[in-house]
């Protein structure tokens, strides 16, 4: 939407949504994927050095989806997402919410 509604470069946009993305995945992690009862000063800083990693490989992904081999931002954006979604699970499975 920030793309093709309010003109927004490709990076940028894909970068507030993984911002986004990250604070509903705290919730949504903690209450429902792993139900943790962790203190939150125990895991939001994990949460958030795995979220920053996340954050920073999409860039990076995104930049080299779409400036380096040409694919469609669309498409860049499914198969990163898909990507950091498999590892931030597995990093948030066995770091962030490890009871």
Not at 57 to 75: Q, S, W
């Amino acid at each position: 939407m920030l793309v093709e509604v309010f003109s927004v470069r490709v990076l940028i946009a894909s970068t507030a949504g993984a911002i986004l993305g990250g604070i509903i995945n705290y919730v949504l992690n903690r209450k429902m994927t792993f139900q943790s009862n962790i203190a939150h000063k125990t895991v939001v800083p994990k949460f958030i050095i795995v979220a920053l990693f996340a954050i920073v490989m999409n860039g990076l992904l995104m930049k080299f989806f779409t400036e380096i081999v040409f694919i469609p931002y669309i498409i860049a954006q499914c198969i990163t997402t898909v990507m950091l979604i498999t590892i931030t699970f597995g990093l948030n499975k066995v770091w962030s919410f490890k009871e």
